[in-house]
T-cell receptor, first 111, second 113 residues
Framework: GQQVMQIPQYQHVQEGEDFTTYCNSS?????IQWYKQRPGGHPVFLIQLVKSGEVKKQKRLTFQFGEAKKNSSLHITATQTTDVGTYFCASEGYNFNKFYFGSGTKLNVKP | SQTIHQWPATLVQPVGSPLSLECTVE??????LYWYRQAAGRGLQLLFYSVGIGQISSEVPQNLSASRPQDRQFILSSKKLLLSDSGFYLCAWREKDTGNTIYFGEGSWLTVV
């Protein structure tokens, strides 16, 4: 079954406000990946986190992997309308051939 | 470079009719292949995955089936569609081994009427 839970389900922000989505797992994850799906499109890879406590940045996006490797977050600083979409975390199952996605957080940015 | 093709892009099918969605991958060999379904506004549900020709693992019991007749070909089928089968179906591939990125096709929008 599903490996990770993701919150919130929806987030509506004014352009310029910050945004954060969280993923939580009951088990230790070997790694976690983040994807973005634009409306009407397919998910596209953003980043992978592997190490405990790892933090990575991509311009206004900051990704964190928890110390226990059971949770992760994606934070967007000063959102723009181009950030609109659904953000998914994803991870492998115990059998790494399986690949599960969180339920996603749909971000809407008002100009 | 690797590419993934999925078709048809959209289809409208009556309840009880059969379904066949096809996906092919180019530029890689022996990939893991996946079928996901996304209901409107919802998350990605893993339906099937395959680690090799003829090897299919089902995640969710349903009236869908999958087949992998060739290394880089993955087919999603149904003998009789239900209204609840409507959704966005995504084929994806991933190289074997841990930590690899998954790459999606463009998706197929299925509406069962």
């Amino acid at each position: 079954g599903q490996q990770v839970m993701q919150i919130p389900q929806y987030q509506h922000v004014q352009e310029g406000e910050d945004f954060t989505t969280y993923c939580n797992s009951s088990t230790t994850l070997s790694n976690i990946q983040w994807y973005k799906q634009r409306p009407g499109g397919h998910p596209v890879f953003l980043i992978q986190l592997v190490k405990s406590g790892e933090v990575k940045k991509q311009k206004r996006l900051t990704f964190q992997f928890g110390e226990a490797k059971k949770n992760s977050s994606l934070h967007i600083t000063a959102t723009q309308t181009t950030d609109v979409g659904t953000y998914f975390c994803a991870s492998e199952g115990y059998n790494f051939n399986k690949f599960y996605f969180g339920s996603g957080t749909k971000l809407n940015v008002k100009p | 470079s690797q590419t993934i093709h999925q078709w048809p892009a959209t289809l409208v099918q009556p309840v009880g009719s059969p379904l066949s969605l096809e996906c092919t991958v180019e530029g890689t060999s022996n990939p893991n292949l996946y079928w996901y379904r996304q209901a409107a506004g919802r998350g990605l549900q893993l339906l099937f995955y395959s680690v090799g020709i003829g090897q299919i693992s089902s995640e969710v019991p349903q009236n869908l089936s999958a087949s992998r007749p060739q290394d880089r070909q993955f087919i999603l089928s149904s003998k009789k569609l239900l209204l609840s089968d409507s959704g966005f179906y995504l084929c994806a591939w991933r190289e074997k081994d841990t930590g690899n990125t998954i790459y999606f096709g463009e998706g197929s929008w299925l509406t069962v009427v």
